[in-house]
């Protein structure tokens, strides 16, 4: 008989790891707590608006197809993925902008006309991008890492990368003007790592952005969602919608199975968590059975910021706007410290503005446009109180939008939703409201990270941003690939 799999939360990581299991003769049954699948992968429809509430950027197809080609299907089946250029438009505080894509030439002749001092050191700083993706990714970001040992194999390689620098710091070996330092940077705020703290490994993104480019899914990311979802039931895989987890039955070590909050019992030799790593053990495993991450432990670890995002439809269509645009405020480094360190709200803000709409009409309704603001906020250990400041905050984002970016935008609005960090740590159950789990700091990442197979009990497994490699769509599909790989060399068919 095959063996059972119960798989906890929808998103991105669970439902691949699904995918995969299932399509390998496991009977696999995925339980999400809400009414729609994809967890931080939700999707808002709204007054003839689509809102796609997490991920927007796709910057590993490859990893999609992979998923795909494991049940024997192609993407192209399901979805129609186009690339996006510009990749980004960064928009500075004293009017100046840069934006740039995968057309190398075209990018240098860009970086030569902003800082006509830093050709040559940009080059530099994307062979060894290279270099760090080539190990960093290629290598290692499908391995797991169960052992100290397997940390030691790899460490001679991580010194010769310098992976001991940050992300600030390795654009600053080879890039001179302090604008383009912040453009090279900003991208570890994309997986909830502060630049001037997250380690240089990942500069990989520079390569991986110039070898793959990046994407869109027509139809918002929510239509691989969808597509991930209609695989897996094609597949014979069972997905039960509005049913939470409350607790992951154990028996003499390992897992049996996992209780829902309607009181059934779905029986398994293997359960894979693809929900918050720390609640996971936190809420649905009683302390008796956990020697290495009790609730003091994960306490003491360091959470990626928060986010305060704006969800808004216009009833006017604002062609300059790129589909994907950064906007930075007047500080950088200090703002980040207040984000991440001191946790206080700024007066001050950056932000990523995202249009989907300047790619996929089919986002918003005719003659209108789609947008959310994100923005990068202190996490809940900041005490601020979001039921107070959530609508102060949202006003002066807006404002701003409307003075700078979006001129008529507060008298064109036809619909909004907010999303604050009290609203990662209720709705979709984030320990301290983290936007990405764990903040990726050296000293949590790979080994020191929560392991992909749980420390504390047998058959017990994690995917997602809480687990190795880390946050962002290409870590959380890798993670399914490693836990994928566990179980079937645990418990083989």
């Not at 619909?415 to 983290?434: A, K």
Request: one cysteine or more; aromatic letters at 12%; hydrophobic letters at 40%.
């Amino acid at each position: 008989m095959s063996k059972s799999i119960v798989v906890i939360g929808s998103g991105f990581g669970g439902l691949a790891a699904a995918i995969r299991l299932q399509a390998r003769g496991y009977r696999v049954r995925l339980l999400e707590a809400r009414d729609q699948p994809g967890g931080r992968a939700y999707v808002y429809h709204q007054d003839g608006f689509t809102f796609d509430a997490g991920p927007t950027v796709i910057t590993a197809p490859f990893l999609i197809d992979d998923v795909f080609r494991a049940a024997g299907r192609e993407t192209s089946e399901f979805l129609d993925i186009v690339p996006v250029d510009p990749f980004y438009r960064i928009e500075f505080h004293d009017g100046r902008a840069f934006e740039y894509n995968g057309n190398a030439a075209e990018t240098e002749r860009r970086v030569s006309a902003f800082a006509p001092g830093d050709l040559d050191g940009y080059r530099r700083m994307l062979r060894d991008a290279e270099a760090i993706f080539a190990k960093g990714f290629v290598e290692l970001s499908t391995k797991p890492f169960l052992h100290f040992s397997d940390m030691l194999r790899v460490a001679p390689d991580l010194i010769r990368l310098q992976s001991y620098r940050t992300v600030y710091g390795f654009a600053s070996r080879y890039v001179r003007d302090p604008m383009l330092r912040r453009v090279f940077s900003f991208h570890p705020l994309l997986v909830g790592g502060n630049p001037f703290q997250t380690t240089s490994i990942y500069a990989l993104i520079h390569h991986l952005e110039r070898q793959w480019g990046v994407h869109y899914c027509m139809g918002g990311t929510g239509a691989i969602v969808a597509a991930f979802v209609r695989l897996f039931q094609e597949l014979g895989g069972c997905l039960l919608l509005n049913t939470p987890a409350r607790r992951i039955r154990v028996a003499a070590g390992a897992v049996s199975g996992v209780e829902d909050t309607h009181g059934r019992l779905h029986a398994a030799d293997a359960v894979l968590s693809n929900a918050d790593v720390a609640n996971t053990y936190r809420k649905l495993i009683a302390p008796i059975h956990r020697r290495k991450f009790t609730d003091r432990r994960l306490h003491r670890m360091r959470y990626s910021m928060s986010l305060f995002v704006i969800y808004f439809g216009t009833r006017r269509q604002y062609p300059k706007i790129r589909h994907h645009t950064i906007v930075l405020g007047p500080r950088y480094r200090q703002l980040l410290r207040d984000i991440f360190t001191t946790k206080r709200l700024s007066s001050d803000f950056s932000l990523y503005l995202h249009r989907p709409s300047a790619t996929d009409p089919s986002m918003a309704p005719a003659g209108c446009d789609c947008f959310y603001a994100l923005i990068p906020v202190p996490n809940q250990l900041s005490g601020i109180d979001w039921v107070r400041q959530a609508a102060p905050f949202r006003d002066r984002i807006m404002k701003f939008l409307d003075n700078n970016y979006l001129p008529g935008l507060l008298d064109s609005l036809v619909t909004e939703r907010v999303f604050t960090p009290l609203d990662f740590e209720t709705t979709l159950d984030s320990f301290r409201g983290s936007g990405f789990s764990f903040e990726p700091i050296l000293t949590q990442s790979a080994w020191f990270r929560p392991h992909n197979e749980s420390e504390d009990i047998r058959h017990l497994y994690f995917a997602g941003a809480g687990t190795h490699p880390g946050a962002g769509l290409p870590g959380v599909l890798c993670s399914a690939k490693i836990a994928e790989n566990l179980i079937c060399q645990r418990l083989p068919l």
